[in-house]
């Protein structure tokens, strides 16, 4: 391993916590089955060799009843339903997050992703969290942010529910709880510049976890916290996130409560509306974490 160019270290972030502002959200949902099973288009002896090194045999019947929606193509819905991104929309850093494996492995969802936006930003993918994934790419996105002076980040959150193997047997796991497809887009902005995330946290539950959680804000919450028994007080609106979507429940969650009105407050004059911090979180039981992260919504139109 070896740097191009000599790390660059910034000093400690100095001043008041600043919180992303989301702008604009858009969820995706394909329809349940795609085109018909052909087994000259699955590779199918890709997939048995794929899966002999783990005893792990390819189940036609499981593969060919499920949705057989890419990760790709999902991505590509939920950016469509976020509508037109022009220069002055369009993010400076995009992220992925997912938990559980595509099954199309000849396309990088981060790669194809970037292609679809103007200015042709920085994009990666983060995984092998679980439920935590998506919380953990947006304090990646906001540290990117805070470091090169970025202000417009594309967080994009996929479950793709097709697997070619049969579910591991044993405790829970992302594959496990996976019951089809969805993806979900929020395009935020960083104006916090150096200053340090806050609001969020992740680990284990405990009360030093929760020193940043507003009990007054709306909470969405993903289906996992449901597991978490230890919680502290909450005094806002509640929304829950569907089962069997680990990585996209709790931001569900989020478009339904913007939807409902429990993101945003309109003045009583009908001048526009004020910011209510919504709180997005979820447990993962297999690892014994809980994270959540504070996002000011009041600009928010979900589409």
């Known amino acids: 391993m070896f740097r191009a160019t000599a790390a660059v270290r910034h000093p400690h972030p100095a001043g008041p916590a600043a919180l992303p502002r989301l702008v604009r959200a858009a969820g995706y949902s394909p329809p349940a089955h795609s085109a018909p099973y052909r087994p000259g288009d699955a590779r199918e002896e890709f997939y048995d060799e794929l899966g002999a090194p783990y ?9 060919a009843a499920a949705g057989r929606h890419t990760s790709v193509e999902l991505a590509y819905g939920a950016l469509e339903a976020l509508g037109p991104l022009d220069a002055g929309d369009a ?15 000849t396309e990088l969802v981060a790669s194809c992703l970037r292609r679809r936006l103007p200015g042709g930003p920085l994009a ?3 995984s092998d969290q679980g439920r935590l994934a998506p919380f953990s790419a947006l304090r990646v996105a906001v540290e ?3 470091r090169c002076g970025w202000t417009r980040l594309l967080l994009l959150v996929v479950d793709q529910g097709t697997q070619p193997f049969p579910p591991p047997a044993g405790p829970s796991s992302a594959e496990v709880e996976l019951d089809g497809d969805a993806a979900v887009a ?22 030093g976890l929760f020193a940043q959680w507003p009990a007054d804000a709306a909470l969405a919450a993903g289906a996992g916290l449901a597991d978490c028994g230890e919680l502290p007080s909450h ?23 913007a939807a409902r009105g429990d993101a945003t407050t309109a003045h009583a004059d009908g001048a526009g509306y004020v910011d209510r911090p919504v709180v997005v979180a979820d447990y993962d039981r297999e690892r014994d974490a ?10 928010l139109r979900p589409r």
């Open 144 to 146: 990117y942010a805070r």
């Open 186 to 207: 929020l395009l935020l902005r960083w104006d916090g510049r150096d200053r340090p995330l806050g609001g969020q946290a992740q680990g284990r539950p405990g009360p």
């Open 290 to 299: 809980l994270a959540y992260c504070t996002l000011h919504t009041g600009e």
């Open 235 to 257: 005094r806002g609106p509640l929304t829950e996130g569907p089962t069997g979507r680990p990585a996209t429940g709790s931001w569900t969650a989020l478009l339904d409560a």
């Open 55 to 63: 005893r792990a045999s390819f189940d036609r019947a499981r593969f």
């Open 91 to 105: 993010p400076e850093l995009a992220v992925v997050a997912y938990a559980a494996p595509d099954f199309e492995h």
């Open 124 to 126: 990666f993918a983060l």
